[in-house]
């Protein structure tokens, strides 16, 4: 037996390569300031949604534009159950995961009905369900007030450090780590299922339906499956969101939010889910330095009210032409086309042919004498 180690491949290497890249986002807290992690904790809330967002659209082939409402049904189920666990007693860790748990459920039971819908329809059909979903969610909080809160929302009651961390690290960092950690556990569970026989599944119903149909796939069944496990990634994002806020409201998930996870999708890459993480980032840091590069020039007050709010869309609608045209394969691909040139450039220098051996010559080869012809 040789003493060296296999390298991990399958399902093992996801693991492995997924709490690496978790450890080392909870030890890059440390480097940052409070609203630096704050921001980062937002970022792994909606990491959580577009990763799933990308396992529908880019993986299934199936569009989303109400990705928002599930997300604010998790972020309901969450402050829901926590606040009817804090009445009950139970605090920390325990009511964080419970609240979760239910938070995920919800979000994932009305994915499964619209998976159900989905079955059926297909394009701009599809759209518009998802669509009516998140216009009509200021509506539903309306009419169910006194359990949801109308526009106000649903509050929850303060959850700091845990005991055992409180001398160490302050409130955001705590946070930041919580988001990291839920995120790590849902995107690995994605990647895992996008690499194995159901992704292949998946890729099989968005390429052509029809011939997965003739090779033993159900089309339906896969549509469902993507929508429901697309929907319990967004409602842990929506937990998570909650968590870090401390509270839960329709206006936070507008048609406008929930077309800006799209778009977080697009940019990053639709079938990439590294590129989520991306279009993430993307999505919570591009108009935070627009303000901040606003604030710093000397601009008029009229042009500065203008600017405020639409400055961000402006980016963003210029970068997504300026990708889809440059880069279709979304910003992901730009490291794999990287990697790809290493490798080439590696192949560019080849060893030094070997001096090839004189050739043989050819043997010569006996001919028949003509025959004559016979006349008749």
Same mark, same amino acid.
């Given at each position: 037996?040789?003493?060296?180690?296999?390298?991990? +491949?399958?399902?093992?290497?996801?693991?492995?390569?997924?709490?690496?890249?978790?450890?080392?986002?909870?030890?890059?807290?440390?480097?940052?300031?409070?609203?630096?992690?704050? *921001?980062?904790?937002?970022?792994?809330?909606?990491?959580?949604?577009?990763?799933?967002?990308?396992?529908?659209?880019?993986?299934?082939? @199936?569009?989303?534009?109400?990705?928002?409402?599930?997300?604010?049904?998790?972020?309901?189920?969450?402050?829901?159950?926590?606040?009817?666990?804090?009445?009950?007693?139970?605090?920390?860790?325990?009511?964080?995961? &419970?609240?979760?748990? &239910?938070?995920?459920?919800?979000?994932?039971?009305?994915?499964?009905?619209?998976?159900?819908?989905?079955?059926?329809?297909?394009?701009?059909?599809?759209?518009?369900?998802?669509?009516?979903?998140?216009?009509?969610?200021?509506?539903?909080?309306?009419?169910?007030?006194?359990?949801?809160?109308?526009? @106000?929302? /649903? *509050?929850?009651?303060?959850?700091? %450090?845990?005991?055992?961390?409180?001398?160490?690290?302050? /409130?955001? @960092?705590?946070?930041?780590? /919580?988001?990291?950690?839920?995120?790590? %556990? %849902?995107?690995?569970?994605?990647?895992?299922?996008?690499?194995?026989?159901?992704?292949?599944?998946?890729?099989?119903?968005?390429?052509?339906?029809?011939?997965?149909?003739?090779?033993?796939?159900?089309?339906?069944?896969?549509?469902?499956?993507?929508?429901?496990?697309?929907?319990?990634?967004?409602?842990?994002?929506?937990? /998570?969101?909650?968590?870090?806020? @401390?509270?839960?409201?329709?206006?936070?998930?507008?048609?406008?939010?929930?077309?800006?996870?799209? %778009?977080?999708?697009?940019?990053?890459?639709?079938?990439?889910?590294?590129?989520?993480?991306?279009?993430?980032?993307?999505?919570?840091?591009?108009?935070?330095?627009?303000?901040?590069?606003?604030?710093?020039?000397?601009?008029?007050?009229?042009?500065?009210?203008?600017?405020?709010?639409?400055?961000?869309?402006?980016?963003?609608?210029?970068?997504?032409?300026?990708?889809?045209?440059?880069?279709?394969?979304?910003?992901?691909?730009?490291?794999? *086309?990287?990697?790809?040139?290493?490798?080439?450039?590696?192949?560019?220098?080849?060893?030094?042919? +070997?001096?090839?051996?004189?050739?043989?010559?050819?043997?010569?080869?006996?001919?028949?004498?003509?025959?004559?012809?016979?006349? +008749?």
């Amino acid at each position: 037996m040789s003493g060296r180690m296999r390298p991990l +491949r399958g399902i093992p290497r996801i693991l492995v390569l997924g709490a690496g890249l978790t450890v080392l986002a909870i030890g890059g807290t440390f480097l940052l300031d409070p609203y630096r992690n704050f *921001q980062l904790a937002t970022i792994a809330a909606y990491f959580c949604a577009t990763a799933g967002l990308t396992v529908l659209i880019g993986r299934s082939g @199936q569009l989303s534009l109400g990705h928002a409402a599930l997300m604010a049904a998790g972020g309901y189920g969450f402050a829901l159950t926590a606040n009817a666990m804090t009445d009950a007693g139970a605090t920390g860790i325990p009511r964080f995961l &419970v609240s979760l748990l &239910v938070a995920a459920l919800v979000a994932g039971v009305i994915g499964w009905l619209l998976g159900l819908a989905a079955a059926r329809l297909r394009g701009p059909y599809l759209a518009g369900v998802t669509l009516a979903l998140v216009i009509a969610l200021p509506a539903v909080a309306a009419v169910f007030s006194g359990v949801l809160r109308g526009d @106000q929302g /649903v *509050q929850i009651a303060y959850d700091g %450090v845990s005991p055992l961390l409180e001398r160490l690290i302050a /409130v955001e @960092q705590w946070q930041a780590w /919580v988001a990291i950690l839920v995120t790590g %556990v %849902v995107v690995t569970a994605l990647v895992v299922l996008t690499k194995g026989p159901t992704g292949l599944r998946m890729r099989a119903v968005r390429d052509d339906e029809t011939a997965a149909r003739l090779n033993g796939v159900r089309p339906g069944r896969v549509k469902v499956g993507a929508f429901t496990a697309s929907s319990l990634a967004a409602g842990a994002g929506g937990a /998570v969101l909650c968590f870090v806020t @401390q509270s839960v409201s329709p206006g936070a998930y507008t048609l406008a939010f929930s077309l800006l996870l799209v %778009v977080a999708v697009v940019l990053g890459g639709l079938s990439s889910i590294g590129g989520a993480a991306i279009g993430s980032a993307l999505i919570v840091m591009l108009p935070w330095m627009l303000g901040v590069a606003a604030d710093a020039l000397p601009l008029p007050a009229e042009v500065e009210q203008r600017l405020s709010g639409n400055l961000s869309i402006l980016v963003f609608g210029l970068l997504l032409i300026v990708v889809t045209l440059a880069r279709p394969g979304g910003l992901a691909g730009i490291g794999r *086309q990287w990697r790809r040139r290493r490798s080439g450039a590696g192949a560019r220098h080849p060893e030094p042919p +070997r001096e090839a051996a004189p050739p043989e010559p050819a043997p010569e080869l006996e001919t028949a004498p003509p025959t004559s012809h016979r006349k +008749r």
